[in-house]
């Protein structure tokens, strides 16, 4: 009888854990679709009809070479934290909006779009595969978003540039 206790304290101790932990769980998926939620003044599509940014090619074993391209950039932020992006002739639909866990004012990005591994961007740009992110700077006037678009990859994150958009629409 003694061990059938023993069994029931047990499993009533291993329910209770699995009971917490289910819930611990639950809260934070909702955590995070409320991250995920972009602030409405990122909402709306955003444009630079001729943004320069810079291309990084390994060319050696700490050598690179840095090409300039010049494109358009395109951007729409949904209010369920999705994007679309356009760089060049690349476009990306449904793009997560990420939150950066970091203290945006300290770390200066506030969202994080991550568009994967893409080719290449137009013409001229020399690297036919490269890892993108755009990080996404809180937003100082009403009309403009700043961006900084990284390549990623190498074992740092090269900033190929610094663009400022223009709000066309909002959503």
């Known amino acids: 009888m003694f061990k059938s206790i023993h069994q029931k304290t047990n499993y009533y101790k291993f329910t209770g854990k699995l009971f917490v932990l289910i819930i611990l769980m639950l809260s934070e998926s909702f955590t995070c679709y409320k991250q995920n939620q972009p602030e409405k003044e990122y909402l709306g599509r955003w ?19 840095f090409t300039p391209v010049t494109v358009p950039i395109s951007l729409t932020i949904s209010p369920q934290g999705t994007a679309t992006c356009k760089i060049g002739d690349i476009e990306l639909n449904n793009l997560a909006l990420t939150k950066n866990l970091g203290n945006a004012e300290k770390t200066g990005v506030i969202y ?20 993108i992110e755009l990080w996404i700077k809180p937003i100082t ?10 390549q990623m990859g190498m074992l740092d994150a090269f900033p190929m540039g610094e663009v400022v958009l223009e709000k066309l629409m909002s959503l």
Not at 112 to 131: A, C, F, H, Q, Y
């Open 141 to 150: 006037n009403e009309k403009t978003l700043q961006i900084e678009i990284r």
């Open 47 to 65: 444009l630079n009809a001729s943004a320069k940014i810079q291309v990084r090619t390994k060319t050696g074993f700490i050598k690179y070479k």
């Open 112 to 131: 994080i779009i991550k568009l994967g591994e893409i080719g290449l961007i137009n013409n001229t740009d020399p690297v036919s595969e490269k890892e």
